[in-house]
């Protein structure tokens, strides 16, 4: 797939122009998200990767179209997993409901820019190593085994590095200043609530880009697929947790449908590493397939979930709602706990 600069520039400065136009609209009526204005904005980002798709179709073939679609709808479900920390971090930084679209368009951009980085590293390894396939699928197969157990990864983002970093290099206050980043009082500079979180959620993205980047390299070793695909992916992650923030625990199976679809790759990215590596006649399995059984998985899993859920209704988020319990009592004491007052420099106002 020959992808020319000026496509890869033009792409860029489109989705700079999306989050512009958004950011201005937020700015301009900043207010409480509905389901109704989020189901909207969803349509709005699905359409937008399903024309960006034929796009694809038209200039390079329905290989790429296919690559490019598997591996946004495997980001995209595999975000919905980011959701549940989302809320927990929202919660524990007690953002206000009327700046939270806010937080997540800038925390996706930061992570947008954290994943672009690593999807260069991950096709120059690709491109270097072929024993980079093996990895990945380990990696991913490792992943699915941990998600069927339950082993999901949860944040606490008192203990976030980069959140940790900026309130030593700055110190911060305990309340929001509407949406300011950085407050000055006394002659003095103050980080707000609304910079950590933002930071917070950014940079917490990318442990599950470690676990979502090498599965969507299994679908296309493009990085301009790999890197729209993601980009498409986490610009309609914002509207659909306005959408879903009550309907994610009933998805009781979600764990196990991700994990499936993980291990599918992962045992994908292996066959195509053999095949690569070695003489052997291992069969390897075609992007069609890929799709088609992502998309029954993720079917499946819903279908499944709702069933279970509507037969006994006590099963309606036990996990989630019971870490997200959890966070909510947590929350005030993690928030101050980011201006440490044990730290001489913080003179909070």
């Known amino acids: 797939m020959d992808v020319p600069v000026w496509l890869w520039l033009a792409t860029i400065a489109g989705l700079v122009a999306v989050i512009a136009v958004d950011l201005a609209i937020v700015d301009s009526r900043p207010h409480v998200f509905g389901a109704r204005e989020a189901i909207r904005w969803v349509i709005f980002y699905v359409a937008l990767a399903v024309a960006f798709g034929g796009f694809i179709y038209w200039a390079y073939g329905s290989q790429y179209a296919g690559e490019f679609f598997g591996g946004y709808i495997t980001e995209y479900s595999l975000s919905i997993d980011n959701l549940f920390v989302f809320i927990v971090i929202m919660s524990s930084f007690a953002v206000p409901a009327i700046h939270q679209h806010r937080v997540l368009l800038v925390g996706v951009v930061i992570a947008l820019i954290l994943r672009g980085i690593m999807i260069a590293l991950g096709a120059a390894a690709i491109s270097a190593f072929a024993v980079t396939f093996y990895l990945f699928g380990a990696l991913l197969i490792f992943t699915a085994i941990r998600l069927a157990k339950g082993g999901e ?197």
């Open 153 to 349: 990864s949860t944040a606490d983002p008192a203990q976030n590095p980069v959140v940790r970093l900026a309130k030593r290099i700055m110190p911060t206050t305990d309340q929001y200043h509407g949406r300011s980043l950085i407050v000055r009082r006394e002659g003095r500079r103050y980080a707000t609530p609304m910079l950590l979180v933002m930071l917070s959620i950014g940079t917490t993205d990318l442990l599950f880009a470690l676990d979502s980047i090498p599965a969507i390299f299994g679908l296309t070793q493009e990085a301009y697929l790999v890197f729209t695909a993601n980009a498409f992916a986490l610009m309609g992650l914002r509207q659909l947790y306005f959408m879903v923030n009550g309907l994610l625990d009933k998805l009781v199976y979600l764990s196990i449908g991700l994990a499936v679809i993980l291990a599918f790759i992962g045992i994908k990215l292996i066959l195509e590493a053999v095949h690569q590596t070695t003489d052997l006649p291992v069969p390897t399995i075609s992007i069609g397939v890929s799709l088609a059984v992502i998309a029954f998985v993720l079917l499946v899993t819903t279908v499944a979930s709702l069933w279970a859920v509507r037969r006994n209704p006590a099963l309606t988020g036990a996990a989630g709602k019971k870490l997200h319990e959890e966070e909510l009592m947590r929350g005030s004491s993690e928030l101050s706990d980011l201006a440490d007052p044990a730290d001489p420099e913080d003179d909070r106002p």
